[in-house]
Structure formats: C-alpha cells, structure tokens
C-alpha cells in the first residue's frame, strides 16, 4: 500500500470519529435552533407590532451583513473581555444558530407570504381560527416551497461547521489539522477532509431529492397546488 494510502486510511477513523462526535451534532442542534429562531422571527416579521419588527429587522440586518467567521470570533473572543464567556462547543452552537436564524428568517417570510391569499379565506371560510388555518393549511402549503432553500441551507451548514476549528473546537477541520501538524501532510490530510465533507453533502442531497419528492406527492394527494 502507498505511503499516501496508508496514512488517508489511518487518519480516517478519527476523522470520522471527529464528524460524528462533534461536527453531526453541531450541524443538527445549530440547524434546529437557527429553524425555530427563523421561524419566530419570520412571524413576528409578518404579523408582529412594529417594535418587534424593527428588532427582527435589525437582526437580519446584521448578521447577514457580517462574516460568520468574525460573528464567531465576536462570540468566542471578544465576549469574555465583558465577562462572558462561553466553552467552544456552546461558542459555536450559538454563532451557527444566530447565522441560520437570520437566513431562515428570510427564507420562511417568503415562503409563507408566498401562498395565495385565497387559501387563508377558504380556511376562514370553514370555521379555522388564525392558528388553525396556520397550522392546517399555510404551513403544509409553504413546507413544499421552502424545502430546497433550506435543505441547501443545511447542506451549507455542515460545511461551515469547519470554521468551529478556529473556536478549538475538535470537529472534523480540526482533527485533520491536528494529524497533518505532525505528519506534514497537508495536502493528503485536506483532501481526505474535502472528501469526507462531500459525502455528507452528498447524502444530504439525496435525501433532500427524496424529501422534494414526498411533499410534491402529499400536496397531490391532498389536492394542494401542484
């Protein structure tokens, strides 16, 4: 076996090991968090008072208006120098989830405004409540829409997780880091690396084909818009 070979293949279960254990979950909770926080944020977006609206705006405003490299910096650097301070795993949960939210936030707003004005008065129309009709018409509606842009957030979001490295947090970017500083490999350590993030954005893709798949079929079936 080439020397190469020999040392993509021993570096690979703590790479792997390294996914798993840290940059899976960090994707996973950061993506749920971002998703509830976009999602409250769209609403208030949508039907709240006018301060917090404004709140919500600014919000949006800035973090997509800043690098999430210097929003985790912010956090994980500069927030002890006033007395917080956070470990490097909760750093990065919260940069992440603060970065999708914004992002999520635009993307649900669209989506939810996109759905005909008319389904909201059929909805009415039989008897639903402002909740109801949400829950039971709307969102079912504006979950097929909104499928792909945030599946290509997620898909995204894995990747980004390499930047949780410069927070020390031992993921997968960091891991290879760690292995090619004493190899003096870099180059074959990084494109194990690429690799491994290409397969779980490659898995990613397909079952968010699937799941594109599965909503355009319950939305025939229930007789929704094609």
Known sequence: MP???????????????????FTVPLT????????SLGFVSALIRLYGARPLVAVVRFYVWLIRGTPLLVQLFLIFY?????????????????????????????VIRAVIDAVPKGQWEA??????????????????QA?????PP?????????????????????EIFQAAQRIASVTYEPLILYTETALIYL?????????QQKLEVYFGQHMQRTGGPA
Do not use: H
Not at 157 to 169: E, F, G, N, Y
């Open 78 to 106: 500069g927030l002890p120098k006033v007395g917080i301070v956070f470990d490097p795993f909760p750093a990065a949960l919260i940069g992440f989830s603060l970065n999708i939210g914004a992002y999520t936030s635009e």
């Open 143 to 147: 979950a097929r829409i909104a499928v």
């Open 28 to 35: 996973l909770l950061s993506f749920a968090c971002g998703l």
């Open 150 to 170: 945030l599946s290509n957030t997620f898909i995204s979001l894995i990747k980004d997780t390499s930047l949780a490295a410069v927070l020390t947090v031992p």
């Open 199 to 207: 397969l779980f954005s490659s898995v990613l893709s397909a079952l």
């Open 123 to 140: 909805a009415y129309s039989i008897g639903m409540n402002w909740t109801q009709a949400m829950r039971r018409t709307i969102l079912p």
């Open 3 to 21: 020397d190469w070979l020999k040392l993509m293949w021993d570096s690979l279960p703590p790479l792997l090991y390294a996914g798993v254990v």
